[in-house]
């Protein structure tokens, strides 16, 4: 597909020849120039061709595509009684039919339309879709030939209780001022734009027309600035700009002000770091005041602070954070989970699981353990009076008072008994650690590979070096190999009393 951007026939010695860039720079030759004349610029430096006239596809109108798209084109076929159909010399009857009053019967029933990459390029004829297809709410308008907003204004306006609509893959040129409210997009609630080159800017020029949006798709479009919508976007409830480069974490802050916004998806956008400055830890930030959702993943995140960060908000439940730098800092991925709940006071769901109050309460008494003696170190103390850690310790464990509050400060003889590496060295010339069942924090239900985190997290061991098997009083002499990371203690008919070994 290309872009056509010389609407002027170039007349040369050799015939006449149209200007275009392609969607795939690829396929392009040059940047417009032609025996030192210029006579259209590209994005990219090899995107533009010269092609002729009759191999440029200039697109059909909303309506014809419409009724291609669902095989109610009756271009080619002749009408003939009321209740037949003449296809070349045959005749086809229809019994009890009239295929005109049939066909438009299904146009006037059509309320979601996918017209997806069917070369639509112009609204056709004025107010011929509103009284085709009255009930259209939906659209889908991806990889087509639209080339501006004023065709797109064109078609929606037809469209009365338009709801829904995606444009992406169009190269649309966008106003360069500010449009006015009106009722074509009034009713919208759902608008996507992604791979359509649409600025920041130019977004917040058009969205006074997007009086009700509460949903806006801006995936890979460069945007690497953001600006603050003022008085616009107001009833915005997701915004995802996945795969555009930002030019740093401090941009969020542009649209930080959002006040309805629910779930903001920022895959692959380039962040190393978040940061709320209005708010000192332990104290939630004025900042994305109702933001549930939050999607991080595929970013260059490489410090628990922003992970801290993140404890500021107010209202988050849900968080994506995969293949960022600072989870390559923890081996284990059941200690690293853990260590984010913990982290996040109000977290429900991580990474699209869910976090049960045993799993919640685990980790942050594990965390509380685990930090302990750093704690200690950094000037923390059982006497209340006495109990004052180094800013430097509560910039890193920002939560660690509050869960002290919470669980009480971890005694003197929790820490002391908390000693994996000695631990480790004590078993080492015998290989082999017991562990009694239910009498630990096991269950049933429990998979061997979490068993394994368990452990990872008492004697600092990768699960992949651990061997576990199990000894019955049932089965006295005979030894069980638990040689299936995915199957749960229950599998291996392990019972109360019964002990699992572990072998490194």
Request: with cysteine; glycine share 6%.
């Given at each position: 597909k290309?872009f056509l951007?010389?609407l002027d026939?170039i007349?040369r010695?050799?015939g006449?020849w149209l200007?275009v860039?392609?969607d795939?720079p690829?396929r392009?030759?040059?940047?417009?120039t032609?025996?030192?004349?210029?006579?259209f610029?590209?994005r990219?430096?090899?995107?533009?061709?010269?092609?002729?006239p009759?191999?440029a596809?200039f697109?059909?109108?909303?309506l014809?595509a419409v009724?291609?798209?669902?095989?109610?084109?009756?271009?080619?076929v002749q009408h003939?009684?009321e209740?037949?159909?003449v296809?070349?010399?045959?005749?086809v009857?229809?019994?009890g039919?009239?295929?005109?009053a049939?066909?438009?019967?299904?146009?006037?029933?059509?309320?979601?339309?996918?017209v997806?990459?069917?070369?639509?390029?112009?609204?056709?004829q004025?107010?011929?879709i509103?009284?085709t297809c009255p009930?259209?709410r939906?659209?889908?308008?991806?990889?087509?030939?639209?080339?501006?907003?004023e065709?797109?204004?064109?078609?929606?306006?037809q469209?009365?209780n338009?709801?829904?609509?995606n444009?992406?893959?169009?190269k649309m040129?966008?106003?360069s001022?500010?449009?006015?409210?009106?009722?074509?997009?009034?009713k919208?609630?759902?608008l996507?734009?992604n791979?359509?080159?649409?600025?920041w800017t130019e977004v917040?020029l058009?969205?006074p027309g997007?009086?009700?949006?509460e949903?806006?798709y801006?995936t890979?479009?460069?945007?690497t600035?953001l600006?603050?919508?003022?008085n616009?976007?107001?009833?915005?409830?997701?915004?995802?700009l996945?795969?555009?480069?930002?030019?740093?974490?401090?941009?969020?802050h542009?649209i930080?002000?959002?006040?309805?916004?629910?779930?903001?998806i920022l895959r692959?956008?380039?962040i190393?770091?978040i940061?709320?400055p209005?708010?000192e830890?332990?104290?939630?930030?004025k900042?994305?005041?109702?933001?549930?959702?939050?999607?991080i993943n595929d970013?260059?995140i490489s410090?628990?602070?922003s992970?801290n960060?993140?404890?500021?908000?107010?209202?988050?439940q849900?968080l994506?954070?995969?293949n960022?730098p600072?989870?390559d800092?923890?081996?284990?991925?059941?200690t690293?989970?853990?260590?984010i709940?913990a982290k996040?006071?109000q977290?429900?769901?991580l990474?699209?699981s869910?976090?049960?109050p045993a799993?919640r309460?685990?980790a942050?008494l594990d965390?509380?353990?685990?930090f302990?003696?750093?704690?200690?170190?950094?000037?923390?103390?059982?006497?209340?009076?006495?109990?004052k850690p180094s800013?430097?310790f509560?910039?890193a464990h920002?939560?660690y008072?509050s869960?002290?509050?919470?669980?009480g400060?971890?005694?003197e003889g929790?820490?002391?008994?908390?000693q994996?590496?000695?631990?480790?060295?004590q078993?080492?010339?015998?290989?082999?650690?017991?562990v009694t069942?239910?009498s630990s924090?096991?269950t049933e239900?429990?998979?061997?590979q979490?068993?394994?985190g368990?452990?990872?997290?008492?004697?600092?061991?990768?699960?992949s070096?651990l061997?576990?098997?199990?000894?019955?009083?049932k089965?006295?002499?005979?030894?069980?190999?638990?040689d299936?990371?995915?199957k749960?203690?229950?599998f291996?008919s392990i019972e109360n009393?019964d002990?699992v070994?572990?072998r490194?």
């Amino acid at each position: 597909k290309f872009f056509l951007l010389v609407l002027d026939y170039i007349i040369r010695d050799n015939g006449i020849w149209l200007g275009v860039e392609w969607d795939d720079p690829q396929r392009g030759k040059h940047d417009g120039t032609y025996e030192g004349t210029q006579y259209f610029k590209c994005r990219h430096p090899r995107g533009g061709s010269f092609i002729r006239p009759n191999k440029a596809n200039f697109g059909v109108d909303f309506l014809t595509a419409v009724k291609d798209r669902y095989g109610l084109n009756d271009q080619g076929v002749q009408h003939g009684t009321e209740n037949t159909l003449v296809l070349g010399k045959k005749t086809v009857e229809f019994v009890g039919m009239d295929s005109v009053a049939e066909q438009q019967s299904q146009l006037n029933r059509l309320v979601d339309v996918s017209v997806h990459g069917c070369a639509v390029s112009h609204a056709g004829q004025k107010e011929e879709i509103g009284r085709t297809c009255p009930n259209i709410r939906h659209i889908n308008l991806s990889k087509n030939l639209i080339s501006s907003w004023e065709t797109v204004t064109a078609i929606a306006s037809q469209v009365q209780n338009l709801e829904t609509l995606n444009l992406s893959e169009n190269k649309m040129k966008f106003p360069s001022t500010s449009t006015s409210e009106s009722s074509v997009f009034s009713k919208l609630r759902i608008l996507a734009l992604n791979q359509t080159q649409i600025t920041w800017t130019e977004v917040l020029l058009c969205a006074p027309g997007w009086p009700a949006l509460e949903e806006l798709y801006l995936t890979s479009n460069n945007i690497t600035v953001l600006e603050r919508p003022d008085n616009v976007l107001q009833t915005l409830k997701l915004l995802d700009l996945s795969d555009n480069q930002l030019l740093d974490g401090n941009q969020l802050h542009l649209i930080a002000h959002l006040p309805r916004l629910e779930q903001l998806i920022l895959r692959n956008t380039g962040i190393s770091s978040i940061h709320f400055p209005d708010a000192e830890f332990g104290c939630k930030t004025k900042m994305f005041p109702s933001l549930k959702r939050l999607t991080i993943n595929d970013n260059k995140i490489s410090q628990w602070s922003s992970i801290n960060e993140l404890d500021k908000l107010s209202s988050l439940q849900s968080l994506q954070c995969h293949n960022n730098p600072f989870m390559d800092t923890e081996k284990n991925p059941e200690t690293l989970r853990q260590l984010i709940i913990a982290k996040i006071s109000q977290l429900e769901v991580l990474n699209k699981s869910e976090i049960l109050p045993a799993e919640r309460k685990g980790a942050e008494l594990d965390y509380r353990k685990i930090f302990g003696n750093d704690w200690l170190a950094a000037g923390g103390n059982w006497n209340p009076e006495k109990n004052k850690p180094s800013e430097e310790f509560l910039a890193a464990h920002p939560r660690y008072p509050s869960l002290c509050l919470k669980y009480g400060a971890p005694e003197e003889g929790e820490l002391k008994g908390r000693q994996p590496l000695t631990l480790k060295n004590q078993l080492l010339s015998k290989s082999i650690f017991l562990v009694t069942f239910l009498s630990s924090p096991l269950t049933e239900s429990m998979t061997i590979q979490r068993v394994k985190g368990l452990l990872y997290r008492l004697l600092k061991i990768p699960g992949s070096e651990l061997k576990l098997s199990y000894e019955s009083s049932k089965l006295e002499g005979k030894e069980v190999e638990l040689d299936n990371d995915l199957k749960p203690l229950q599998f291996y008919s392990i019972e109360n009393g019964d002990c699992v070994l572990v072998r490194w």
